[in-house]
């Protein structure tokens, strides 16, 4: 049974600190999604990547977010410096054709920065 | 306005009732459509896509207009389990590489015995 793994489930820190959350996307899988969701905004779009390249990132604030992917097998979300509006639950998720279809979710990382 | 509302709901209805839901979209170029479902401190999972034509699957219909810009999901004889938060999907086709992939703010379900 194929999943998209996420690691870790949950995370506390404390402002100021780098948080890092990784992604596991389904094999076979070539496009790769991070989300976040707060009571407040819902589900949004952080960035996406296809065969591994970033494709959009328009919904990352920039200064403080970063997405890459260093292989075809993990995802890396990065905060640094991480501030208490960061507090949210973190969804990474993978798609096999482009994005355009079914797209399957993680667990998520659900993160408390104080 | 957002590129997708749906209405948040609660929608909070007896056991073996029938429920819809509407999402609209601002976009005319959007291209895919999707219910997803989520429960509570879960993450969202596909309940089915949106065709031009319409699709039922079991107990649940969806339906597009593209004329007035939205999409249906219907449920009937609803059961507890059904109990959750319903996500609209929207996909714009930005160029031949990309998509702009937009998730509703959720509609929330509440089944009652």
């Known amino acids: 049974d194929a999943r998209v793994t996420q690691t870790p489930r949950h995370k506390v820190t404390e402002m100021g600190q780098e948080v890092t959350m990784r992604c596991q996307p389904i094999l076979g899988h070539n496009t790769v999604f991070w989300y976040r969701q707060t009571m407040m905004q819902g589900l949004e779009l952080l960035a996406y990547f296809r065969n591994r390249a970033p494709l959009d990132d328009s919904g990352m604030p920039k200064d403080r977010f970063s997405a890459e992917m260093p292989d075809a097998t993990l995802a890396t979300l990065k905060i640094q410096p991480s501030e208490p509006r960061d507090s949210a639950v973190y969804f990474c998720a993978s798609g096999p054709d482009g994005g355009y279809n079914e797209q399957f979710f993680g667990p998520g990382t659900r993160l408390t920065v104080l | 306005r957002k590129e997708v509302e749906q209405d948040p709901g609660p929608f909070n209805v007896p056991e073996g009732a029938t429920v819809a839901f509407n999402c609209t979209y601002s976009n005319s170029a959007s291209q895919s459509f999707f219910w997803y479902r989520q429960d509570c401190r879960k993450e969202p999972k596909l309940l089915m896509s949106?065709?031009?034509s319409g699709n039922e699957d079991g107990r649940f219909t969806a339906q597009l207009n593209r004329a007035s810009q939205y999409i249906s999901l219907l449920i009937r004889d609803s059961k507890l389990s059904d109990s959750a938060t319903y996500l609209c999907v929207v996909n714009q086709l930005l160029y031949s590489s990309a998509s702009k992939i937009i998730f509703g703010s959720g509609t929330r379900l509440s089944i009652r015995p």
């Open positions: 949106v065709y031009s």
